[in-house]
């Protein structure tokens, strides 16, 4: 099964040393890049991050990423 391209670019987003974010491997989260539990029933699940430092992160939007949860340019390539 192949994950919903979210969008064909990184989110960058803003995140707190110490926090847990989960990012949304299947693609359809209303709340992108993260996780709201719309893969239910199917055989993804989120990707746990927790940052060391604050500051700004690129997540990866189409899902197909190798460096999950990570944007490694793999949008380029759809």
């Known amino acids: 099964m192949e994950p919903t391209i979210a969008q ?7 995140v707190e040393a110490g926090k847990a ?3 949304c491997a299947c693609g359809k989260s209303n709340n992108q890049p993260f996780c709201d539990g719309s893969h239910k ?5 989120p990707v746990s991050y ?9 997540f990866c939007g ?3 990423s190798g460096a ?3 944007c490694d340019g793999s949008h380029h390539k759809l």
Do not use: I, L, M
């Not at 029933?41 to 699940?45: A, D």
């Not at 927790?50 to 690129?58: C, F, K, Q, R, V």
């Open 50 to 58: 927790t940052p060391a430092e604050s500051g700004t992160a690129y």
């Open 8 to 14: 064909k670019a990184p989110y960058a987003t803003e």
């Open 62 to 64: 189409c899902k197909h």
């Open 41 to 45: 029933g199917s055989e993804f699940t």
């Open 68 to 70: 999950k949860p990570f």
């Open 21 to 23: 974010y989960y990012w």
